[in-house]
């Protein structure tokens, strides 16, 4: 949980990738983002890269055969257990969350996807929870940075009611409900001890 973005594209052609690779691998190089390349194997049929500012997830610019963008979770089958390519008409959605890298890391993240996307897609489609992409309005993004922050401070504290570490703050939220999820622990009992996420300070 936390301040995401969805996107899913297909690249113009796959003999662009090695182009787009190496752009990227320049920009991160300059901003001193990490990244890591990937080359298709037979587990994981994807090629290009992840990169990410630090405090984000990873933004996934990895690509199956016919030039769709996905990741290894999108070609998961939970029920089979396997991995499997996703049916061609699915339209892929890569989920990150950028909430801990701040809204100037948010910033440049979405004007380096607006540059890559016009450059080498064909289609290209981007949900952005701050509003920047579709509005470019930085105050706006920052004030929905700002509100994000408080309520996954207030769904830390929530939940510390229950694990005992509230205390880390809504950095580790994610984790810890993951955590608390797979402990066998039932959601009502963390229903029961929430309050709104919105509300202005802590009780």
Not at 40 to 49: A, F, H, I
Not at 90 to 110: K, S, V
Not at 153 to 158: C, G, L, R, T
Request: aromatic share 14%.
């Amino acid at each position: 949980m936390g301040l995401s973005i969805f996107y899913s594209g297909t690249v113009r052609g796959v003999n662009q990738l090695p182009l787009l690779i190496d752009e990227i691998t320049d920009l991160c190089d300059d901003l001193h983002w990490p990244w890591q390349y990937y080359s298709s194997s037979p587990e994981y049929p994807l090629e290009g890269m992840t990169f990410n500012p630090p405090g984000a997830q990873l933004i996934y610019m990895t690509f199956l055969k016919d030039g769709r963008l996905a990741e290894p979770y999108n070609m998961y089958n939970f029920k089979m257990n396997r991995y499997e390519i996703p049916d061609s008409e699915e339209e892929i959605m890569i989920n990150p969350i950028i909430q801990y890298a701040g809204p100037d890391a948010h910033m440049q993240l979405i004007s380096i996807l607006r540059h890559l996307s016009s450059k080498y897609f064909s289609k290209f489609k981007l949900i952005d929870e701050s509003e920047y992409w579709e509005t470019g309005d930085e105050q706006k993004c920052r004030d929905w940075f700002e509100m994000f922050s408080a309520w996954m401070e207030n769904m830390s504290y929530d939940l510390g009611k229950l694990d005992g570490r509230g205390h880390e703050g809504g950095a580790s939220y994610h984790t810890r409900l993951l955590e608390f999820l797979e402990s066998g622990r039932s959601p009502m009992e963390l229903l029961k001890v929430m309050k709104s996420p919105y509300r202005k300070s802590k009780e």
